[in-house]
């Protein structure tokens, strides 16, 4: 299929406005189904200084879309409101919990002569659904893993305790949404992973096991070298979300200090005297501080079916970082993080040179890379497998792209083309710019390409494409 883009085209000088948050919140229409109790139903709602009965009225115009677009459709009710200015986003993700993010929709202000205000124009189709969608979804999976669901707080608490939970929990997490940022990563909620020989990798496994051995206390363990990820032994669903929080917050607060050279480098291990680099990024900053805290956050996995919560340790050895799970019930101590400390330190900062050590020499044995004529996104629905040579940097606060924002639309735009139909499906798009837009979706598979080729045709285009699985993806992609 090709399509010519109409996007792109160079305009006056006039200001930009990007995407931005004008309201979340989270309402329960049981709490309140008097008229005179509306104000009940809502459980959390931002910005917190918004009148009183304004907020009624947001939740009530919510309350009755939902109910509305049930008449239409009564398994699948709205998901999102489209108008001029703004976009309403809507997700159940617990029976009668309703959460509903708002976001501003992109402007324009163009500048007018003789002195005349500017004049406003409103990108309402610059918004793609499935990516602010996934937004919304993830911060129902971001809260459910700190605090479980909205249900059980309810059933300890009520709704006082449920409130506290939400207040406290999103009143920090939504001043990480950077909507002006988000893109077809958002939607996929991929991991990367790190690419291993297979010595290596039995060196880890075996790491693994033995730290599991000795610490019997641990239960789950996951591994990551350079933010991606080499072993995990938690469900899929759950990881993915671990993931997100380790590489978009937890990291990068530690990497902030690294860099201005405030962290301690090589400390004589007392036990085996031996030399190691290892740290706690969760719990004590300083073992050795007399008055050191051992506390951990707690997570919550598992939650469809045991509900299992957890403390999280977060161990790091140079780029290698170790995340031990731990039931919630044990008290961690001194004495145990001493032990985790003298076992895992030496070993892990041993384990993070052999890493380093074999990936320099297979990147040797490949060659120079050369900046190719292509940029790429991967993913696999089957293990969450992700890899973009489009972003070169995702943290909570940024998202540096390589390409146009205009290009990263069009991928967006055609995710949500393969998204309505179950066939494998190939769509071509000529953008304005010259560049050309190549979106494959195989057996739960996609790949999203952008090549740079100004006088290509179609056929050249395809041709490009082709030689770029064949060498890229060999083993992946069955389509002709």
């Known amino acids: 299929m090709l399509m010519i883009s109409p996007r ?29 109790e509306e104000e009940k139903k809502i459980l959390f709602y931002h910005p917190i200084e918004i009148e009183k009965n304004e907020k009624i009225r947001n939740v009530g115009l919510c309350e009755a879309i939902v109910q509305f677009t049930r008449t239409f ?19 159940e993700p617990e029976e009668n919990y309703w959460m509903v993010m708002v976001v501003r929709n992109p402007m324009v202000e163009k500048p007018n002569k003789d002195g005349k205000p500017p004049t406003v124009e409103y990108q309402e189709e610059e918004i793609i659904d499935s990516v602010y969608g996934s937004v919304l979804q993830q911060c129902y999976c971001m809260y459910k893993l700190f605090n479980g669901t909205f249900s059980r707080a309810f059933e300890a608490g009520g709704v006082e305790l449920l409130t506290q939970k939400l207040e406290k929990f999103f009143y920090r997490y939504l001043q990480t949404l950077h909507l002006q940022s988000c893109d077809l990563l958002d939607v996929f909620g991929g991991i990367s992973f790190f690419p ?14 033995r730290v599991e051995e000795s610490l019997s ?6 591994f990551l070298y350079n933010d991606q990820l080499i072993w995990s032994g938690l469900e899929q669903d759950d990881m993915r979300t671990l993931y997100k929080y ?14 201005a050279g405030k962290d301690s480098p090589l400390r004589p291990e007392v036990a085996g005297n031996l030399l190691h680099y290892g740290r706690f990024l969760t719990g004590p900053a300083n073992l050795k501080d007399p008055d050191a805290k051992f506390r951990f956050p707690r997570i919550f996995v598992n939650t469809e079916d045991s509900y299992e919560e957890l403390h999280l340790i977060v161990y790091k050895a140079m780029s290698a970082a170790v995340c031990f799970m731990v039931n919630a019930a044990v008290d961690l101590n001194r004495e145990f993080c001493e032990q985790l400390d003298s076992l895992v330190g030496p070993q892990l900062t041993l384990l993070a040179s052999d890493i380093c050590e074999q990936f320099n ?3 040797r044995i490949s060659g120079p890379e050369k900046e ?18 489009i972003h070169m940097r995702k943290t909570s606060s940024v998202s540096l792209t390589s390409v146009h924002p205009d290009l990263m639309k069009i991928l967006g735009d055609i995710n949500c083309d393969f998204a309505r139909v179950d066939e ?54 069955f389509l002709d």
């Open 8 to 36: 792109m085209a160079s305009g006056m000088q006039e200001k930009q406005y990007t995407p931005s948050l004008l309201s979340f919140f989270i309402y329960n229409p049981k709490f309140g189904p008097r008229e005179g």
């Open 217 to 222: 206390l641990v239960k789950y363990t996951a």
């Open 372 to 389: 190719p004529q292509f940029k790429f996104i991967y993913f696999n629905q089957m293990n969450l497998a992700e890899k973009s040579t």
């Open 73 to 91: 459709c009564p398994t699948k009710p709205a998901k999102s409101l489209h108008t001029q200015k703004n976009r309403q986003f809507f997700h």
């Open 246 to 259: 380790l590489t978009t917050s937890l990291f990068p607060r530690h990497t902030e200090p690294e860099l």
């Open 361 to 363: 020499i297979n990147r």
């Open 424 to 477: 494998d499906e190939e769509i071509i798009v000529k953008a304005m710019t010259d560049y050309w837009v190549v979106g494959k979706k195989s057996d739960q598979r996609e790949l999203y390409v952008i090549l740079n080729q100004k006088n290509a045709n179609l056929i050249e285009v395809n041709e490009e494409v082709k030689r770029l699985c064949a060498t890229q993806f060999n083993n992946i992609f």
């Open 196 to 209: 291993l020989d297979k010595m290596t990798y039995l060196k880890i496994q075996s790491f693994v096991n």
